[in-house]
Every structure is written in C-alpha cells, then in structure tokens.
C-alpha cells in the first residue's frame, strides 16, 4: 500500500503513520513526502503472521515487499449467521409437520430432492428463491415460534435448476409442511420465474406437486393478478409442445392446484399418497350433498381408469421416479430436437411368431402385446393410460434404437373396436407425439368406432373426430401396418392410405373394408337370404357371400390395386419397419397456413 503524506512532515511522523497503517490493514505500507518519488518510510508484514519483518523498525526501502496471505482467513461472522439462516430454511416447515410424512408414506421434499437429484448422472444445480417471504417469519423480521404455524421458509415453494439422469431440467416441488403445501404470493412468483426461464433454456420441467391449493386467508396479491396464479396456466399453455412437462403429485392437489398436473404432458400419480380434485370432498358435500372421500373423489385409480387424467400409477416414491427417468429417455429437451436414441437390442421375443399369433378368423381376439413385443427392442415398450380406453394401446418404444409412438388396436379388449375414451386417449397420445419429434407406428386390427345409443351420447363422434385430427395433422414420419382386420373410420384414424403415412404395410391375414363379411352380407342380402326357407340352403348362399366379400378385400387385392404400399412376411415385419423409419427420419412435412385448427 503507498500512502503520500504533506511535504513539511518529518520522518518520525511518516515512519509512525507507515507503521499504524501497516498493522490496520495487513500489509506493507510505503509512506511518500510531498512530490518524492522514493518513499521516506516503509513498514513491512512478515507473509502470513502480521508481524513487521523488521520487528517494527523503520525500513527505508522498497525490496522484499510480502503479498497479504489470506490462508488463515475464515469466514465472517456475517457470513456465518448467513449460513445459519440458509439452514433454518433447510430445515422445512414446523417439526411436527415433519413427524408427520412417514405415516403418510412421503418423505420430506428435500430428502425427496436428494432422492431425485443425486447420484452419477444427476444432481441440484442451484436454488432459487429460498429466502422468499423471510421477513413473514423468520426471527429476525417477525419473530416466529417454530413450534406454531408460522414458518415459511422458502414460502412453502422450491424451484431450483436440477441435471436428471444426464438432462437439464427446471423442478419445482412444494413443501407440505409449510401451510400443507399451499401457495402464496411469493411462492407463486417463483413458480412464473422457473416457468418463464424454461421458455427461454428450452428444457423440461418437472413438478413435484403437493399442495393444497391457493393460500386462501393470504389471496390477496396473487390470485386474480396479471402475474399471479392465473398465469400459471398460461406459461403451462406457452410451454405445452415446447418442452416436456412432466408433474409426479405426491398428495392432494386440489382446486387451482389441479390444474398444473392436467396441463403437464404426462402425469404420475402415486398409489395411496396423491389425489386431484376441482374441489376437496368438504367442499363436494356443501355444494352437492355427496358424501365423498378423496381417494374415490380422486385418487389414482378414479384418474387412471375413468378420467384419464393420469398417466402412470407409482406405487411408491422411488418408483415414481424411476417411472419418470424411464419416460423421459423417449423425449427430447424441446420440440426443435430430436429424440433420443439408444444402441438397438434385440426384441424380447422372436419376429418368426408373429404370424402365428394373429388369427386368421377376423372376430377371434388375441393380444396385440404379443406382436409388439416381437416388433420393438427389448425392454423398451413403455405404456401411457394403460386402463383406459384400454382397446387402444399408446406407447413409446424403440424400434433398433429408435422411439418411436405405437398406437395399436387391441382385440383382446372390446374386439378392438374404437370407443370414446380410447379415441380421446390415442388423439392425445399422437398430438404429444408429433410435438416432440417422435415418429408413430399404427398397428391396425379393429372393426371400427362402436355404435350404439350410450357411445353416442359419450361423443363418439366427437372424439372420433379428434383422433382423425391428430393423425391428418402430426407432421412427424408415420407408419401403418394392417394387422388384421381394418373395417369402417377405423383405418381413417389408424393412419390409412388417405392420412399421408410414409407407408402403409400389409401382413398377409389383413383385410380393409367399409364394414366386416359378416355385417356386410346382411345389410345387401339381408332380404334375398329372408326368402330362402331352407336353412341349409340359406347357409350355403350366406357363406358363399361372405367368400366372395373377403377375397374383396383381402390385403393381396389391396396390393394389386396398390392400395397399400406392401405385404411382407410377418416375421420380416421388425427389420421392415427399421428400414422405413430410418429412411423417413428426416422427411419434411407441412401444414397449411393458417392460425390454427378449430379441433381440439
């Protein structure tokens, strides 16, 4: 340090102010006269102990000046109590809120961070936000008494940047022992902050959800607001095919909390810990006189098998998130990437058996699994909303290294006809899938959409209409195969020759018809056969038009007037659909211009 003092001082005075100076700030100091440019007293430290090198004597040189060694520097009493506050907050939500989770099987939701964001290939990066709403309740603003309601730490809401398996993710998870989970004002800041930060990096979001909704003695601020909970919704529509978001709910979500896991684009709820519901089952019975629990107003099973609304079902926290490191191996970081793929495995069972699998017989079930399970790699097939609308199968998987998204029909469910619910679901399934780059392969075996007065009135057309949508509009490469029997709409909404797929395959028990042999003989010959009295003679003449009906439409006839692209033997069918996907992977499609459809 070099300090210059007055011209008229003496060296006595320069050689004191060197040596206070030196020992205030820990390092030599150079005391220049006036305009001299050699100093006239230097006081020298000794590194690293703060003693003069000279024992204190005026030193009038310039040479050997020590550098300040700052190893035996500690932290600071400020940052220390830092620190202490940053532990506080760690700590969560009252103690006996804590004591709570094991009974209710869930673990704390820094314990469940560690469980998600720790190991070789994931870790948390970096919180944001913990200090939001500090001075609501910490000692040193309003003095809260851990013992009661009234700690918030982080306001009760996590948001943190997190590596998931090898992946950049954004997660927000909510602390149930804050004020059960609910939110509040800057809570909810953070959760538009993380959400509007992955418009911008392009990478998924995950939401650990378990919240009691809004905080409602605190909705003044938040609610109703420009940037308040209703923008959660939004930034949920901005995101949608933008990246993935993915929502795990850990217990009730309820009301405006609900609503986050119905926006995501895929949902994992958890067996006996999580529900969702427009309203809690107290609220039910003022407004209706239901008299209602949770888990049958909406537990997993309610949203697994009626609404649909569910995904998955973990069966625990653990295997929550291996459902979801598992999910997220299908999908890109964002809509302008491409899937990842893996080094291909062998499929789980041999392609020779396909074709002994599908009957030939078009009214004979069978279970479309067994062909798939000959088709994709081994270990790879992945299924979404598996109980419900269950005679659509929607799936991911990987053909030779590839994802790719199945939509199957299954016979061994309902003959594979297409009601409203599995038409609802396979239309999702393929919009999500087109979204994210992920090429789709239809497996066709169904007489069509059901008839009949009940499917009518759960809007069979209308989500027939839907699924039709999904398939005319998804750009992504497509590909269909007629595994059997492809009858009325039905191969409309499988992808058919009209839907622009890249090929249409043919497996030689395949037929394509307006409608089965069967209904089809009775709608033209129905009053010819009436006038025959002898049955057997009936019979014969019945069977005789089927005959003639099926070679029709039998998939040679469809090849030869080049209806369909090929027939291949079906134990081929595996390395066939590898080629085609891999020739197709970078085919460019487009839609017309305009704002958008008017189908949702």
Not at 317 to 337: C, F, G, K, S, W
Not at 352 to 372: F, H, R, S
Not at 487 to 499: E, N, Q, S, V
Not at 546 to 571: C, F, G, L, Q, T
Request: charged fraction near 30%.
């Amino acid at each position: 340090m070099r300090v210059r003092i007055a011209a008229g001082a003496d060296d006595d005075e320069a050689t004191a102010i060197a040596a206070a100076l030196a020992e205030h700030v820990g390092e030599t100091v150079e005391v220049y006269r006036g305009n001299q440019s050699e100093p006239t007293a230097v006081h020298e430290i000794e590194r690293g102990t703060g003693i003069p090198a000279d024992g204190g004597s005026n030193v009038d040189s310039g040479e050997g000046v020590a550098e300040r060694d700052d190893g035996d520097l500690g932290p600071s009493e400020r940052e220390q109590r830092l620190r202490d506050e940053i532990a506080d907050i760690l700590e969560g939500g009252p103690e006996k809120y804590k004591e709570q989770l094991p009974e209710e099987g869930k673990l704390f939701v820094r314990d469940r961070l560690e469980l998600w964001f720790s190991g070789e290939d994931s870790e948390l990066r970096f919180e944001d936000g913990k200090f939001a709403a500090f001075d609501d309740w910490h000692p040193s603003g309003a003095e809260a008494d851990e013992d009661t309601d009234d700690r918030l730490p982080a306001d009760g809401l996590i948001t943190a940047a997190a590596t998931f398996e090898g992946r950049d993710v954004h997660v927000m998870a909510n602390d149930y022992t804050v004020k059960r989970g609910s939110m509040a004002a800057k809570g909810v800041e953070k959760f538009l902050r993380m959400q509007q930060r992955a418009l911008k990096t392009g990478n998924p979001v995950f939401y650990l959800m378990d919240s009691s909704g809004g905080r409602i003695d605190q909705q003044t601020g938040f609610f109703a607001n420009r940037e308040g909970i209703g923008k959660y919704y939004y930034n949920h529509s901005m995101l949608s095919g933008r990246v993935p978001q993915i929502c795990v709910l850990y217990g009730p979500s309820i009301a405006g909390a609900a609503y986050t896991p119905v926006f995501a684009d895929f949902t994992i709820m958890v067996e006996g810990m999580s529900a969702m519901a427009i309203a809690s089952p107290r609220m039910v019975r003022m407004v209706t006189g239901e008299d209602i629990d949770l888990q049958e107003l909406g537990g997993p099973q309610v949203h697994m098998r009626e609404s649909g609304s569910a995904d998955l079902i973990a069966d625990d926290e653990d295997h929550a998130r291996e459902l979801v490191a598992q999910l997220i191996t299908y999908l890109p970081d964002n809509a302008d990437e491409k899937p990842p793929k893996r080094e291909p495995t062998a499929p789980a069972k041999s392609p020779d058996g396909i074709d002994a699998i599908v009957p030939q017989q078009p009214n004979k079930g069978y279970d479309m699994t067994d062909v798939i399970d000959r088709i994709v790699d081994n270990g790879s097939y992945f299924e979404l909303r598996a109980d419900y609308g269950p005679e659509i199968v929607t799936a991911y998987a990987r053909i030779d290294g590839r994802p790719v998204g199945i939509v199957a029909n299954q016979p061994a469910h309902r003959a594979g006809a297409i009601f409203p619910d599995a038409a609802e679901k396979a239309a999702e399934f393929i919009w999500k899938s087109d979204a994210f780059n992920i090429p789709l392969l239809y497996l066709c075996d169904t007489p069509g959409f059901m008839a009949g007065s009940q499917v009518e009135k759960d809007g069979i057309l209308e989500q027939g209409k839907k699924m039709i949508y999904a398939t005319s509009s998804a750009t992504v490469p497509k590909q269909t195969v007629v595994v059997r029997k492809a009858y009325g709409a039905g191969i409309y909404a499988m992808g058919g020759p009209a839907y622009d797929p890249e090929s249409v395959i043919g497996l030689p028990s395949g037929e394509i018809a307006i409608m089965g042999p069967e209904a089809a003989i009775n709608a033209v010959y129905a009053r010819k056969l009436s006038e025959i009295d002898d049955p057997e003679e009936r019979e014969r003449l019945e069977r005789e038009l089927r005959e003639e009906y099926r070679e029709d439409i039998d998939i040679h006839r469809m090849a030869s007037e080049v209806i369909i692209d090929e027939i291949v033997p079906p134990s081929t069918l595996r390395k066939e659909l590898a080629a085609r996907f891999d020739f197709y992977e970078d085919i460019e499609k487009s839609l017309p211009d305009k704002k958008h459809g008017t189908i949702l």
